[in-house]
């Protein structure tokens, strides 16, 4: 039976004599050869069996792999963004401790105090912020306004703040990375407003969205364009670092969320199309990762 294919046969057996002639008696005898074992079920079983256990084997050690290189990067990313924070909170000392030998020199002892005693409140809430990664739009908002004052009495100009809250947001309960809001308003102050006669205007407006709290910080300033050649023309060696760290930031902050964070800066116009300000939106994602987590 070399050579048969599996199936079922009927064997037919037929005797005969010297003399050629035949019996009519025939036997018949049923016979099932099997398949070889390759083709077997229980064969093929074990063959699909054994690949999805190599596949998952290698699944597995691939995770591994790849969670030991994210978990990395992570830690590595948690340095940059504390560098990050440590270059920032220098970054703003500077500025207000410039407004306060300022102070000194040319207003004396009453209005120094004034400085002073707004200084110390925000140099210490800053440095309480230093070591966290989120904090609540209310904490936010009351750290950003007393901000806003100590540049305001820097500076000798007064400041309108208006603050807009949708009202299905709740200011305790909403989070914000910590530092965010601070170098744009910073940047709205120094490169917009302060450079103007007249009224003086930061509009703070935060919406609530799906997925994202929209943070848009607008200004009445003299506008991106004519900032930048003011700059060129009377401090050519000044440098700024608040809006570059910031985006450095994001980016980070983008590496452990999947909805990303994102920065957009918008250049206002009047109705005659001259510049009439600067608006700056932050999309921030309602429930996203710190490294606290």
Same mark, same amino acid.
């Given at each position: 039976m070399v050579g048969l294919y599996d199936g079922d046969y009927t064997l037919m057996i037929m005797a005969?004599?010297?003399l050629g002639q035949q019996s009519q008696n025939i036997i018949e005898l049923e016979m099932d050869v099997p398949p070889p074992y390759w083709r077997t079920w229980w064969f093929l079983l074990c063959m699909v069996l054994l690949v999805l256990g190599i596949v998952s084997l290698w699944r597995s050690y691939e995770y591994r792999?790849?969670?030991i290189k994210k978990d990395r990067d992570l830690k590595i990313s948690n340095l940059e963004a504390h560098a990050y924070r440590a270059q920032m909170n220098p970054h703003f000392i500077f500025n207000a401790l410039n407004g306060m030998q300022a102070a000194v020199v040319l207003h004396g002892e009453e209005k120094f105090?004034?400085?002073?005693?707004?200084?110390s409140?925000?140099?210490r809430n800053t440095f309480e912020m230093s070591?966290?990664?989120?904090?609540?739009?209310d904490d936010e908002l009351d750290y950003i306004e007393n901000y806003i004052d100590l540049q305001a009495l820097r500076l000798e100009k007064a400041i309108q703040t208006t603050i807009h809250i949708d009202d299905e947001i709740e200011p305790e309960t909403s989070y914000l990375p910590c530092m965010m809001l601070q170098p744009i308003v910073e940047n709205a102050i120094v490169h917009g407003v302060v450079k103007k006669d007249g009224e003086n205007k930061i509009d703070i407006h935060f919406t609530k969205l799906p997925y994202f709290l929209r943070c848009r910080i607008s200004d009445n300033g003299i506008g991106r364009t004519a900032s930048a050649e003011e700059s060129e023309k009377y401090n050519k060696t000044h440098k700024?670092? &608040?809006?570059?760290? +910031?985006?450095?930031?994001?980016d980070i902050f983008n590496y452990y969320n999947n909805y990303e964070l994102s920065f957009n800066i918008e250049d206002l116009y009047d109705d005659k199309g001259k510049p009439s300000g600067t &608006?700056?939106?932050? +999309?921030?994602p309602v429930d996203f990762k710190s490294r606290e987590k």
């Open positions: 005969r004599n010297d792999i790849l969670k105090n004034k400085y002073i005693s707004s200084f409140k925000l140099i070591n966290l990664d989120k904090i609540s739009l700024s670092f &608040a809006t570059q760290i +910031m985006k450095q930031r994001i &608006a700056v939106t932050l +999309m921030i």
